[in-house]
């Protein structure tokens, strides 16, 4: 982890050493896998997308022109579960690194996400049922923002002890205090995001 500094995806292919030009990719039942080992546990949280098919188009490092942009669509599925499209365009000309992607998620069990959500935020979802989600959002080198809508119902949530487990002391009461303040269902509103970037990392993280 020595790097201070990593630019965004587009202008990680315009500094490669030897020039590229690529009309397309084409990816087909591809997988990706992503694993961050939490600093303070050193336990590891793991995300992990398969189904990947899409394109990635005009890849390139010269002959750039004024609105030259990397373009990606692509369909995959999270946790090998929902379903996933993704959009992403990022310009190779900006000086602030600017890039758009759009998210769209289908029917997915909440539960799913818990081999990221137990190591990273001793937190485990008991319940839930996510109908849909939407992530539209622009950014830059430094920051991101946009909005999130995501359509569940039923969820339960678990505090976590120390130890990895959720018994501890008062761990009943707590839980369900928790539980009280949690939106079981969501409330039929977008959420706005924004999210400054760590600049050692690449933007998807």
């Known amino acids: 982890d020595t790097l201070t500094y990593r630019p965004?995806?587009?202008?990680?292919?315009?500094?490669?050493?030897?020039?590229?030009?690529?009309?397309?990719?084409?990816?087909?039942?591809?997988?990706v896998r992503y694993n961050e080992i939490v600093q303070k546990t050193g336990k590891e949280g793991k995300v992990f997308i398969d189904n990947v098919e899409g394109l990635i188009t005009n890849?390139?490092?010269?002959?750039i022109q004024e609105h030259d942009s990397l373009i990606m669509i692509i369909k995959s599925r999270l946790y090998g579960k929902g379903e996933t499209k993704f959009n992403f365009r990022q310009s190779y000309t900006d000086s602030?690194?600017?890039?758009w992607m759009r998210v769209r998620?289908?029917?997915m069990d909440m539960q799913e996400m818990n081999?990221?959500?137990?190591?990273?935020?001793?937190?485990?979802i008991r319940s839930g049922i996510i109908d849909t989600l939407t992530l539209l959002t622009n950014g830059n080198k430094y920051f991101a923002y946009g909005t999130m809508d995501i359509r569940y119902r039923k969820m339960s949530v678990m505090l976590l002890g120390k130890n990895g487990d959720g018994e501890y002391f008062l761990s009943g009461t707590i839980?369900?205090?928790?539980?009280?303040?949690?939106?079981?269902h969501d409330?039929?509103?977008?959420n706005l995001v924004f999210k400054k970037r760590t600049v050692k990392r690449g933007q998807f993280n």
Request: without cysteine; glycine residues 4%; aromatic residues 6%.
């Open 59 to 63: 890849v390139k490092n010269y002959n």
């Open 187 to 190: 409330n039929g509103k977008p």
């Open 96 to 99: 602030l690194q600017g890039f």
């Open 175 to 184: 839980n369900w205090l928790v539980n009280q303040m949690v939106r079981r």
């Open 115 to 124: 081999a990221l959500l137990r190591p990273q935020m001793s937190l485990q």
């Open 105 to 107: 998620m289908g029917h």
């Open 8 to 31: 965004l995806l587009a202008q990680q292919i315009m500094a490669l050493p030897y020039p590229i030009q690529i009309d397309s990719i084409k990816l087909s039942n591809s997988t």
